[in-house]
Every structure is written in structure tokens, then in C-alpha cells.
């Protein structure tokens, strides 16, 4: 049995030593001075709707696995806009003779990075339109299964529902 001594001596020591001192390095890489910070604003939103997004897509894809007739599956969905986002707010209305005024001042919190508004709720984009290409969608039957049912899911007409092989 070798001595642990024994282990760190020669290039098989060096290379040890190297290899815990960049695990140590690229453990603390995001404290660098160096490292940008994403700030809570910056790709949030997008990250949001594009999980928001891929998460509906891969259930959209398991409501058309399910039926009859539908093998392999492919889905696109196509959204509006953004979220959208409600702010705690206080409203005072005022009546001052003919005319009525109405005053709006948003709730703050203090954070590090200085005051926020106080968000209430996210609205979440509207879904444009649903695009599901499977093997199975050149049949009329399969068509119209899928776009009824995605039509009651999703809350959307048909229409906005278009399905392919």
C-alpha cells in the first residue's frame, strides 16, 4: 500500500494538484470580478416565455400521443407577445367640478439593486396558434380529433389549429 505522500510526487502529483486547483477555480468562477451578474431584468422575461413555451409544447405533444392513430409528434406553437406583468398599485379618483381626475402611485419595495415595484401577478402570453405535424395527420379522422381536441384545451378555434403528416 502506498503512503499518501507517495501519491502527489512526479507528474502524477502535479497533475492532481492541477486538476483541484481548477475544480476550486471554476467553483468560484461566478464570484470573479470578471464574471457579468445578470441583473433580474435582463433575460428573465425571455426565459420565462421560453420555458412557458417549451413546457406547453411537451404537453400539447402528449395530449396528441394519446390518441388514436397518432405516432410521432412534433409541435410548434406560436405565442402573441410576452407576459405581462400587474403592479400593486394605489388609485385615488378625484371629482373637481365637470371633470374627474385619477391619480395612480405604485407600490415600491427596497432591494439592493434600489426600489421595485411590487408585482401582483403575470399574465401569460396568448397562444397564436398551434402547428402539430405526426405520422397519422394525413388522415382526416386523426385531423379532426386532434384539432377539437387541442381547440378545448387550449381555448382557441380551430382555425388557429393546423395539423399535418
Do not use: W
Not at 470573479?32 to 417549451?54: C, I, M, Q, W
Not at 388609485?91 to 434600489?114: F, K, M, N, P
Not at 396558434?129 to 379532426?144: K, N, Q
Amino acid at each position: 500500500m502506498k503512503k499518501p505522500t507517495e501519491l502527489f510526487r512526479g507528474r502524477r502529483g502535479i497533475v492532481l494538484v492541477a486538476a483541484f486547483a481548477l475544480g476550486i477555480f471554476l467553483l468560484t468562477f461566478d464570484k470573479l470580478p470578471f464574471h457579468a451578474e445578470k441583473k433580474n431584468g435582463d433575460s428573465e422575461p425571455y426565459y420565462r416565455v421560453s420555458f412557458y413555451t417549451e413546457n406547453l409544447e411537451k404537453r400539447i405533444k402528449e395530449l396528441c400521443r394519446s390518441c388514436d392513430g397518432v405516432g410521432d409528434v412534433h409541435v410548434l406553437l406560436t405565442l402573441d407577445s410576452g407576459s405581462e406583468y400587474v403592479y400593486a398599485s394605489d388609485v385615488e379618483q378625484r371629482q373637481e367640478g365637470s371633470g374627474a381626475s385619477v391619480t395612480r402611485e405604485y407600490l415600491l419595495v427596497s432591494t439592493s439593486d434600489g426600489d421595485e415595484p411590487v408585482k401582483v401577478t403575470e399574465i401569460y402570453p396568448k397562444i397564436r396558434g398551434v402547428a402539430v405535424v405526426c405520422s397519422g395527420g394525413d388522415r382526416a379522422d386523426v385531423r379532426e380529433k386532434i384539432t377539437s381536441l387541442l381547440s378545448a384545451a387550449l381555448g382557441i378555434p380551430t382555425n388557429r389549429i393546423r395539423v399535418s403528416s
